[in-house]
């Protein structure tokens, strides 16, 4: 099976809003084996609309709409819907009922906008959305299939998973497509490609390789191609072990694993407890940490020391040793991953500091020199980097890395090397 | 001028990757009146990329090709792009010199594959590339300019910002469009619609509004055509002060402000310094706080008590207080503002408490249940919220919320309401 998606909106052709949606969507269909061989985006009027729909490619099955519904819409979207399907725009009681159900339990009443999204084209079949008033669509024409999905990620989310992807699931289609991706830390794309260049060469043509790196991490995505998903899965899974044993410890994990949840589910596995100590995350690192759920079962808190002072007072660094070495510098960043160990109680604790520029940077320590440390039962250790120029990439980088060096240390593997 | 993007690359048909270059790209022209009217995403494969490139739009004057290059990719692109504009592949000294340059500042030598990237197109004009190794590429056919920039969106940024933009703003062209952005902090596009309703039925024709929702957050479009810059920009501003006066306080800032920057700002003007206490948003408010660059001059730090052990330790939350009201109440939320103003001695501090999910809601204090305090040199108030069933929107409307209640307090308007 083929797909298409058509992104209907103003605010994505002029770049004032990302668009996720057809991120999600693809990567939904991926999953299932589904291509998507063109997306396109459009202005939010009939014309274009209706050339979109009119320029389908015939060999498409699957067409996704998102955007150009909402309770400011001026309805535009539904219209041409109306018009190319067939059918009238008609009142649905269900939808109405759905709207005011939503405003009830945000003690609020609904605006005649919203009312207004209990009118949808006749011609279609209404996906009910339980995260907004604006309901998704499904219409068929000539053999093909169309959805229809409000422009708000987190409704298209809804919609998407709970209500469009279950009904294809049941169609019947083609499949033999399998992706697998496996996730690298620390090194840039170049030095994995030499790394992985003769084993690349022995790949068969049925399996692909695609690099996607972005920052501090890479991700090589292995394609499968063959007459069945089963055998798909099968050409990936082959050389999977060939390729672990290549990266070792630079791989740690697949698919859509992050890196702080690997963390997360090691420290579990471990029994044991974190806390942080930081300078130049800011509290980028703590926000990675606990943006995975259930992380208050391993993680304490952190002491975020952005001036000197904090350093000295909440995490004991000596004020000679700042005085002599400077905030960014190894005897400070292990002082602070010790004191945040002893003073939290937890048996893990990292530190950053390091200068995150714009500004800060000396010829001795430029902007991206970072200091990161982790200190465990066993004592502390320390690792120097060289990030690069761009202040939120180093937050990024810091916090990345210093989660990798826990990783890592928790795994059996040694320590990432220093880039400085 | 009209222009097109043309996006290359499997892992944004796939779904792996966010296609964030075409936004770049699009934001850019924008600025200078040029009206992006198609974006589309392909297949990198030579005949989808002859396609899109044959399919340009008569009317187009400027076409952008991102993605498709770089050293692990297999030069079809670059071959493809050789075959439509002529010529053959050529050597470029200066792009040679250019990456054995970038690999000597990271102290690494480049590869193979990196040194490759210096045969170029000979019917294009090379763009250098000072973050990366790919070159960007111009080209000129049938009177209309192609652009072509490497997927990595750090290297295109680059690209675009430094080359691409300042020569585009010499060539001679139409102009006649003004955007300006309103950016509003803690109602829904609903609410803010109903309160508009009245002055957006007086806009006149060549005035247009449009609703852009992000969590917490709404951006307010305003958009002015007319036969020039100047003159559109006049309708935008004719309507401004009528916007100012309906919505007040709840405007924070227009177009590219975010709200850490104007709090920073504020901050700065006061001479006033700010900490942090953190429960549920477990450090995403410190790093909004500290993705400002120079963030030091008014951020001290923060203390992040995910656990109730670190509360009574660190910020000197009463044992009592916590059996009797639990974790996420107003005594606890005060008395942790209380305690990082006065432990870590700055003017103001922030705290929040609530339940971000998905797990430890109860019927009183159901997922999205917020505490925020601020405490200041006149005393601690605290508002409390309900949010909404998702952990990293509650993490971030919780962080965005407390940042509006200092940005209120300090230009003097009452705090927000609270939704409980």
Redesign the interface.
């Known amino acids: 099976m083929q797909a298409e998606i058509i992104v209907i909106g103003?605010?994505?052709?002029?770049?004032?809003?990302?668009?996720?949606n057809?991120?999600?969507?693809?990567?939904?269909?991926?999953k299932r084996g589904i291509q998507?061989?063109?997306?396109?985006?459009?202005?939010d009027e009939r014309k274009?609309i209706l050339e979109a729909l009119e320029q389908v490619h015939p060999d498409t099955h699957l067409v996704f709409l998102t955007g150009g519904l909402?309770?400011?819409r001026d309805d535009i979207t539904k219209q041409t819907l109306t018009e190319f399907f067939g059918g009238t725009l008609a009142h649905h009681p269900e939808v109405e009922a759905q709207v005011r159900a939503l405003f009830a339990g945000?003690k609020?009443t609904?605006?005649e906008?919203?009312l207004q999204q209990a009118y949808v084209p006749s011609s279609c079949t209404v996906l009910p959305n339980k995260r907004g008033?604006a309901p998704g669509m499904r219409f068929k024409k000539d053999g093909r299939y169309y959805f229809s999905t409000p422009g708000?990620p987190?409704e298209t989310e809804y919609l998407v998973k709970e209500e469009i992807m279950p009904w294809i699931d049941q169609l019947p289609g083609a499949r033999g497509l399998f992706?697998k991706?496996f996730l690298t830390q620390g090194y840039p794309?170049?030095?994995l490609?030499?790394k992985l260049e003769d084993w690349e060469n022995q790949l068969p043509a049925s399996v692909t390789l695609?690099?996607?790196?972005?920052?501090g991490q890479v991700?090589l995505?292995l394609s499968g191609h063959s007459h069945s998903t089963e055998a798909a899965q099968q050409l990936v899974h082959a050389q999977e072990e060939k390729l672990r044993k290549l990266l070792g410890p630079i791989i740690f994990g697949t698919d859509d694993d992050t890196l702080p949840e690997v963390v997360g589910r090691l420290l579990v596995e471990h029994s044991a407890t974190l806390s942080?100590a930081?300078s130049c995350t800011?509290?980028?690192?703590?926000?990675q940490?606990?943006?995975v759920?259930?992380?208050?079962r391993y993680?304490?808190?952190?002491?975020?020391?952005?001036?000197n002072?904090?350093k000295q007072?909440?995490l004991q660094v000596s004020a000679a040793d700042l005085a002599t070495y400077g905030a960014v510098s190894q005897p400070v960043v292990e002082q602070m991953a010790r004191a945040a160990r002893q003073?939290?109680?937890t048996d893990y604790a990292l530190a950053s500091s390091g200068v995150a520029?714009?500004?800060g940077g000396s010829a001795q320590k430029p902007v991206g020199y970072t200091w990161l440390a982790l200190a465990g039962p066993e004592g502390v250790s320390s690792v120097v980097f060289h990030f690069g120029q761009?202040?939120?990439?180093n937050?990024l980088r810091s916090s990345l890395m210093a989660l990798d060096m826990l990783r890592r240390h928790l795994e059996g593997y040694p320590l990432p090397q220093s880039s400085a």
């Open positions: 103003d605010e994505i052709l002029i770049g004032q809003t990302l668009d996720t057809s991120q999600l969507i693809a990567t939904e269909l991926n998507v061989h063109q997306k396109r985006v459009i202005a274009p909402g309770p400011t945000f609020r609904p605006t906008a919203n008033t708000v987190y992706h991706t794309e170049s030095i490609a030499r695609a690099y996607l790196p972005s920052p991700r995505r942080t930081e800011g509290g980028y690192l703590a926000h940490i606990t943006s759920p259930g992380s208050s993680f304490q808190g952190s002491i975020i020391s952005y001036s002072a904090i007072g909440h003073n939290m109680g520029g714009p500004g761009h202040r939120q990439r937050i």
